[in-house]
Nanobody
Framework: VQLQASGGGLVQAGGSLRLSCAAT????????MGWFRQPPGKEREFVAV????????HYGDFVKGRFTISRDNAKNTVFLQMNSLKLEDTAVYYC??????????????????WGQGTLVTVSS
């Protein structure tokens, strides 16, 4: 499976971006899918996860209702809608496929395939 993340870019604080993660070379519809991010000079951190059927989601504490993860299994694609962006949301965002389904794991160790990352820069 190859994951291709896209949609990053430069946005002003308070703005919105929608990230996409397209899977090729295999289907991800049977697995949970997550988004992680790595701010400059910091560790990678969990952002959001969605179960294989899309019925359950879980977010990092810092999201506070600003982001929404969704998926379209027919298109083998996962999305991250980010609203009310803050300066501290600046990071490289990675999508990842979980080894599991319906478990909403937040630790990177549970994810076996990763996209290449897409850079989100929030400016003042």
């Amino acid at each position: 499976v190859q994951l291709q993340a896209s949609g990053g870019g430069l946005v002003q604080a308070g703005g919105s971006l929608r990230l996409s993660c397209a899977a090729t070379g295999g289907t991800v519809s049977s697995y949970d899918m997550g988004w992680f991010r790595q701010p400059p000079g910091k560790e990678r951190e969990f952002v959001a996860v969605i179960t294989s059927d899309g019925g359950n989601t879980h977010y990092g504490d810092f999201v506070k209702g600003r982001f929404t993860i969704s998926r379209d299994n027919a298109k083998n694609t996962v999305f991250l809608q980010m609203n009310s962006l803050k300066l501290e949301d600046t990071a490289v965002y990675y999508c990842a496929k979980s080894r599991l389904s319906n478990t909403v794991q937040t630790l990177p160790v549970y994810y076996d395939y990763w996209g290449q990352g897409t850079l989100v820069t929030v400016s003042s």
